[in-house]
Every structure is written in C-alpha cells, then in structure tokens.
C-alpha cells in the first residue's frame, strides 16, 4: 500500500519568512503533484514533477523531487498571508492510474 | 474554475438512503477520478474511470459505484448511507492520466443525518 506522510503537519509564519515542507514514502513514484486547497474547495494544482531529481521553480515556489522519485519538497520564498492555505502532495503510480494523496501541510503566513 | 463542474453542491439525507453525486469533466478530458476528503481521513482516492472504463480503483466500499457515459460525464452512486459517509466528494479530471496532472471539480458536500 502506498503512502505518502507530510510534515509539518501545522507551520505559523510571519510574512516575509522562508519556509519548507516535505513529502516522504518508502515507494516509489512515477509522478508527483502538489496541490494547495483553501476551505471548502477543491484542490489546486501546482506543479507536477516526473524526472527524479527534478527542480521546478514558479516565482517564490520551488518544488524538488527526489533522485529515488520516493520524496519531494517545497519551498516558499519570502512568504505572503495570500500564501495561506493546505498544501498537499499526492503521488501517481500503476502507470497514473491511481494516486495517494499525503495528508497535507496547514500553512498560515501572519501579516 | 478548473472547468470540472460537480453537482449538486450540497446534499442532506438520512441514513440508508441512496444518492448520485454527478461530475461533468474539463472539454477534450478522457480521465475521471473520484476522492472523498474528510475531516480524520484526508483526501481518499475511490476510483478512476478512462473513456468509459474502470481503470483504478482506491479505497472505495462495495455500498459505492462509479460509472462514466458516453458523452465523458461520471457519476457516483453511494448507497444504505452511513453517518460515517459524511463528506466532501470531490472529482477530478485529466487529459490522459500518464501525464499525473488533474484538474479539480468544487465538490459536493454530503451530510448524512
């Protein structure tokens, strides 16, 4: 069975602060995503990541997978309130068939 | 908007009751997969549909049944409903589901009373 574990599981910041969450499985991966989610609405992609090894950057965000495609992190830069939100992760195995999501990072960035 | 739209978004009934929570994916989409997110589960992957066939299937009970038409749109039926089945059910839809990216409906908010 495939998991993914998130940490931390709650992260309060001051704006303007740099932070760091980690997404971790003992199994292997043939993608993974992150996804930010606010209250009551569906998940929002972020960035997918396929290469292990990978680095992706989108402005203040950048994003690692892991050379063993089992782990991946995100990083933010200079943190912002509109910043606040739960990130997941989720991976895709079975060739993207299935998907697990990790249970997510609650992030809140204080003004 | 992602461009999957999910309907109703909200639905109240009672225990032992069925419902159908509906799911119209993004144009030119041929992936349709289901998840229920609650509070002390997080987001649960239930099923994938691809073109009209079951491709996946997660942590999805028997009293549960997807299917996906013609015209791409799916549906969940949830049936004998439990208080426990209260939740956020939400969809999500991709090109082709190799590529590992999804686009997520709103949800539906089902309560179980």
């Known amino acids: 069975t495939q998991l993914l574990e998130q940490s931390p599981q709650f992260l309060s910041i001051q704006e303007g602060e740099n932070l760091t969450v980690y997404c971790n499985s003992s199994?292997?991966?043939?993608?993974l995503q992150w996804y930010r989610q606010e209250p009551g609405e569906g998940p929002v992609l972020l960035v997918t990541?396929?290469?292990?090894?990978e680095v992706k950057k989108l402005k203040r965000l950048t994003f690692q997978f892991g050379d063993a495609r089992k782990d991946s992190s995100l990083h933010i830069t200079a943190a912002q309130p509109g910043d606040t939100g739960l990130y997941l992760c989720?991976?895709?195995?079975?060739?993207?068939?299935?998907?697990?999501f990790g249970p997510g990072t609650r992030l809140s960035v204080l003004p | 908007d992602s461009g999957v739209t999910q309907t109703p978004k909200h639905l109240i009934t009672a225990t032992g009751q069925r419902v159908t929570l509906r799911c119209s994916p993004r144009?030119?989409?041929?992936?349709v997969y289901w998840y229920q997110q609650s509070l002390d589960q997080g987001l649960q992957f239930l099923i994938h549909?691809?073109?009209?066939?079951?491709?996946a299937k997660g942590n999805i009970l028997e009293r549960f049944s997807a299917q996906q038409f013609p015209d791409l749109h799916s549906e969940l039926n949830l049936s004998s409903l439990e208080l426990g089945d209260s939740a956020l059910y939400f969809c999500?839809?991709?090109?082709?589901?190799?590529?590992?990216?999804?686009?997520f409906g709103a949800g539906t908010r089902l309560s179980v009373l």
């Open positions: 549909y691809y073109n009209g066939e079951e491709r």
């Open positions: 989720a991976g895709a195995y079975n060739y993207g068939q299935n998907f697990v």
């Open positions: 990541v396929v290469t292990g090894g």
């Open positions: 999500a839809s991709s090109v082709s589901f190799r590529a590992g990216i999804q686009y």
């Open positions: 144009s030119g989409d041929l992936s």
């Open positions: 199994s292997v991966f043939s993608s």
